[in-house]
Each structure stands twice: as C-alpha cells, then as structure tokens.
C-alpha cells in the first residue's frame, strides 16, 4: 500500500478521553513484536509469524511510514492503527480508497479502545482528506471485527473468498460537514 498523499506526516498527536494516537518510538519495539507473534491477534489474520524472526526484522524504532499509529494507553503501546491507500491492485471496490486497519494486544480487547482509536484516525483523516471514502476488510468469522466496522459506519460493500475465508468488504463515505 502507499501512503495518503498529500497528508503531511506525522501529525500532532491525536488525543481522546484515554488514549493517544502517535508515531512509533523505540521504547514500543516489544509491544510491536508481541503484536506480530500474537497468535490471538494473527487468529484471522494467517497466524502470527515466529518470534525469533520478528525480534531480528525489527527496526529499532518499528512501523514508523505515514499511516501507521500507535495506540497508547498510559504511556504504553497497546495496539496499531493503519491508513494506507489500498493499492491499484485490490479488490476494485477498494482499489485507490484509503484502507483502515488495526491491531491490538489481547490485553486491550474488550475495553472499547479499538472503537476509540479507530473513531479518532477517522475523524483525523476526515480532517486532512475530507472526501475520502475509507474502505475495511475483515474475515466474516471474525465477529469482534464486523461489529466494530458497523460501529464506525462501514457498510457490506461485497463478501469473497480469499485465503481460505470467507472476507468482508466494507466502505465509510465520505464525511460531508454543513459550514
């Protein structure tokens, strides 16, 4: 995927009533390995990749490109949000959109973060991109994230088979604010 040209990056933090939405520092590398090695977080997601190969891939300073957030909460890392452009070659409903994806711990589920984290990206792209139609892909057994998608305002754009599962494609329109 590339990145949502023209967005100038990174942008100030985003703050909400409990998180912070910032760029990756040094001190998230760990929290970032135990994303990727997650094999709750990879459940849909192909399973996670083997740890010893992540701690050796990962940077220093790791996901640090334009799009990539890191949730904190309290001065930790509990997740990542994405917003890249899906590329040229994706499904045609999505191809070209701004693309919203999300990991977060295990320990993180359950509390709303995702669904704050997600609102606030949202609401910063609607900000720098007002006409930006933002697309969601999920794999439909995955329930937590279908009923997060409704939450945002994603609506089924098509259903299809793709590594072994049945995926959902959902589309949020553009926002349009009333001056």
Known sequence: MTELSPVAWPPAPIRTDRLV????????????????????????LGGPRPRDEIERKTPEIPERWPGSFVVDLDGSMIGQILLRRAPEHSRPAAAGKADLGYLFLPQAW?????TEACAAALDWLDSALPSEPVVLTTQTANTASMRLAAKLGFTEVERFQAWEAEQWLGLRRPVTRSD
Do not use: N
């Open 21 to 44: 939405l910032r760029e990756a520092e040094a001190r998230d590398r760990a929290a970032f390995i135990e994303l990727l090695a997650s094999p709750e977080v990879h459940t849909f």
């Open 110 to 114: 359950g509390s709303g973060y995702a």
